[in-house]
């Protein structure tokens, strides 16, 4: 080809490049949320699956990622081809749901499961559609008809891909590669005290969109005000620049705005509202519309701030009467996932006399998030940046910031939720403190309508126990778990003492009983043992100044490889006010009665 025709096929290459580069900006990735006010089609169910514990449908002999893996769901064309796997005649699981509970031999498993679900689709001229995940433990590597689509590390926040370009009318095939191997420089590492429960323990949902819709968007009261809304809507197509309409129609309140050429645009209204409170949990139908899609929500509106060590909840003090929650279904083993099973955890807290949960030590599933939301619960909600990180690794700190950020993109118009953490009994050391201040501040830019929080260690000082942890100078609210009573002695006598002016929830206390074993109180394992725990505890929070609020440690047994005494434990953690059959324990009552004291003080 002479210059002159080189030159011009550059040019034209540069072109489409700009082209593809300003369509992908306007495709601005990230969360669609919102998503069971969409055009959806689950995908739940049955699907076929192949345990591979050594990658062979990844690799090939010489450990290289092969082209002709199991993502192709091949089948021999003729007797003398070879393939040398089948899904259509493997076993299966159900989806959503972890595979410990669900096959004896997965009970333990570590390791590799492909997962396969077969659909039709008929997407219309002109509409979209994403493959929406809303949570696979722990990496995702996600296949549709034979080319990949992406991978995802997180085993509890949503991802989704757009699949407008691969899917046909018929007989689709979406396959995944999931694996839950703990890794050191994963989040959580390879210690936790809970089951790595792996698999798609999440839906899996289609989402049909017009060609350009409203992917995203943040409605909240602006920072300590109870009638400013500030908020923005994101659009995603190619008309990007459009007018939008956000309304209130309760509140009589209707603003139009344009975005801008990336289909963004900020806005700042004010309104009469009904604020959103436990006891009066009021959602508004919020509707966000442009000429091509509308979507509605439901959003409740409330203000809150920190001032000196008090917590403000539409401007008055609120002491948060409060549990841990881990995401176990109530009624039966393995993961939850059900609005049922969220509906279940939330009215045992509710029942306790709480206004308050900490969902630990993750982001837990939407339908909690939601129903707290409905019930007027307020919510403490947490990445599982857990005891040992490896703080000095940059990639672990992106992985960290991507986690946080996808948790906040999925609730951020969740007025339940007040506290964001982001770290769970991590020892102190200037790398720690470093990469968690460096991500308080971050979160603190990404959501500044709600507080930052980190659950820390007390350390004692003579008669004081005293919540120093250089940690705390980047944090709203201190959080500190502590275990008087149980893991050391009972000196429920000590003096509490900070050198922080915050508020301080104590984000666990507890101690261990085996429901119905009865004995006496320093009988390790009977529930009169745990119900003393309570009773000694609960004098000594009632002296500590700066308490602003408390969730033991937990509404329900749960299963954790770190808790294998036999015929006590039989690896369930037992510091839970419920067992594992949903039978409450002594000490459920103690706090109970003290919470009931707490309410109408
Ligand atoms: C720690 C930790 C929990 C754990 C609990 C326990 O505080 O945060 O995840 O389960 O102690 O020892 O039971």
């Given at each position: 080809m002479n210059r002159k025709g080189q030159i011009v096929k550059r040019s034209f290459l540069l072109v489409v490049m700009f082209v593809l580069v300003m369509v992908a900006a306007v495709n601005a990735g990230g969360l669609i949320t919102n998503v069971d006010n969409r055009d959806i089609t689950e995908l739940d169910?049955?699907?076929?699956?192949?345990?591979?514990?050594?990658?062979?449908?990844?690799?090939d002999y010489r450990y290289k990622e092969y082209s002709w893996g199991f993502f192709k769901d091949a089948k021999p064309r003729n007797e003398y081809e070879m393939v040398e796997y089948s899904f259509d005649d493997s076993e299966t699981l159900q989806v959503p749901g972890d595979w410990n509970?669900?096959?004896?031999?997965?009970?333990?498993?570590?390791?590799?499961?492909?997962?396969?679900?077969?659909?039709d689709y008929e997407l219309a001229e002109g509409k979209r559609l994403f493959v929406y995940f809303g949570a696979v433990n722990y990496e995702a590597v996600v296949y549709l008809n034979g080319s990949k689509l992406g991978v995802h590390t997180g085993g509890y926040t949503p991802f989704v891909f757009e699949i407008t370009d691969k899917v046909r009318k018929g007989n689709n095939t979406l396959v995944l590669k999931v694996d839950n191997t703990r890794q050191h420089n994963a989040i959580p590492t390879v210690m936790s005290d809970w089951w790595n429960y792996g698999g798609i323990t999440r839906r899996v949902l289609l989402i049909e969109e017009a060609g350009t819709f409203v992917r995203d968007y943040k409605i909240q009261l602006a920072k300590g005000s109870q009638k400013n809304i500030d908020g923005w809507v994101q659009l995603d197509g190619a008309k990007a620049e459009q007018e939008v309409t956000v309304s209130i129609p309760e509140a009589g309140v209707s603003k139009s705005f344009t975005t801008n050429e990336?289909?963004?645009?900020?806005f700042n209204f004010d309104a009469n509202l009904e604020l959103w409170e436990?006891?009066?949990?009021?959602?508004?139908?919020?509707?966000?519309?442009?000429?091509?899609?509308?979507?509605?929500?439901?959003?409740?509106?409330?203000?809150?701030?920190?001032?000196?060590?008090?917590?403000?909840?539409?401007?008055?003090?609120?002491?948060?009467?409060?549990?841990?929650?881990?995401?176990?279904?109530?009624?039966?083993?393995?993961?939850?996932?059900?609005?049922e099973d969220a509906e279940v955890l939330l009215g045992w807290a509710k029942d306790l006399n709480c206004n308050f949960v900490r969902l630990a030590?993750?982001?837990?599933?939407?339908?909690?998030?939601?129903?707290?939301?409905?019930?007027?619960?307020?919510?403490?909600?947490?990445?599982?940046?857990?005891?040992?990180?490896?703080?000095?690794?940059?990639?672990?700190?992106?992985?960290?910031?991507?986690?946080?950020?996808?948790?906040?993109?999925?609730?951020?118009?969740?007025?339940?939720?007040?506290?964001?953490?982001?770290?769970?009994?991590?020892?102190?050391?200037?790398?720690?403190?470093?990469?968690?201040?460096?991500?308080?501040d971050y979160t603190r830019e990404l959501d500044p309508t709600r507080l930052v929080t980190a659950a820390m260690e007390k350390h004692t000082r003579g008669n004081n126990v005293e919540i120093a942890d250089p940690l705390g100078e980047y944090l709203d609210v201190l959080g500190c778990n502590e275990y008087i009573g149980w893991y050391e002695g009972d000196n429920f006598?000590?003096?509490?003492?900070?050198?922080?002016?915050?508020?301080?929830?104590?984000?666990?206390?507890?101690?261990?009983?085996?429901?119905?074993?009865?004995?006496?109180?320093?009988?390790?394992w009977t529930e009169e043992f745990q119900?003393?725990?309570?009773?000694?505890?609960?004098?000594?929070?009632?002296?500590?100044?700066?308490?602003?609020?408390?969730?033991?440690?937990?509404?329900?047994?749960?299963?954790?490889?770190?808790?294998?005494?036999?015929?006590?434990?039989?690896?369930?953690?037992?510091?839970?006010?419920?067992?594992?059959?949903g039978i409450k324990k002594q000490a459920f009552y103690t706090l109970q009665e003290w919470y009931k004291e707490k309410s109408e003080e």
């Open positions: 169910g049955i699907w076929n699956i192949i345990v591979d514990p050594f990658e062979n449908g990844f690799y509970s669900q096959k004896e031999k997965l009970f333990f498993y570590e390791g590799n499961i492909w997962y396969r679900k077969k659909f990336k289909g963004y645009a900020k436990p006891g009066s949990p009021k959602l508004y139908k919020v509707v966000v519309k442009c000429g091509t899609d509308t979507i509605e929500d439901k959003i409740g509106f409330r203000s809150l701030e920190v001032k000196g060590s008090d917590i403000l909840l539409n401007g008055k003090s609120v002491f948060l009467r409060g549990i841990c929650i881990h995401e176990e279904a109530p009624l039966r083993h393995g993961r939850a996932y059900l609005k030590h993750y982001p837990h599933n939407e339908f909690m998030t939601r129903t707290a939301d409905e019930m007027g619960i307020l919510v403490w909600s947490e990445i599982p940046l857990y005891w040992t990180i490896q703080w000095e690794n940059k990639e672990v700190y992106n992985n960290a910031v991507k986690m946080l950020d996808e948790m906040v993109a999925r609730d951020k118009n969740k007025a339940s939720i007040i506290l964001w953490s982001v770290s769970n009994e991590t020892p102190v050391s200037e790398p720690r403190t470093k990469f968690l201040g460096s991500l308080a006598g000590k003096q509490w003492v900070t050198p922080y002016d915050k508020p301080l929830i104590m984000s666990e206390l507890g101690g261990g009983a085996l429901q119905g074993y009865h004995g006496g109180e320093r009988v390790r119900d003393r725990v309570y009773k000694g505890q609960i004098p000594m929070l009632k002296n500590i100044s700066f308490l602003r609020g408390v969730s033991p440690w937990i509404l329900r047994d749960f299963m954790s490889p770190r808790r294998p005494l036999p015929y006590i434990q039989d690896y369930y953690n037992r510091k839970g006010l419920i067992s594992e059959r």
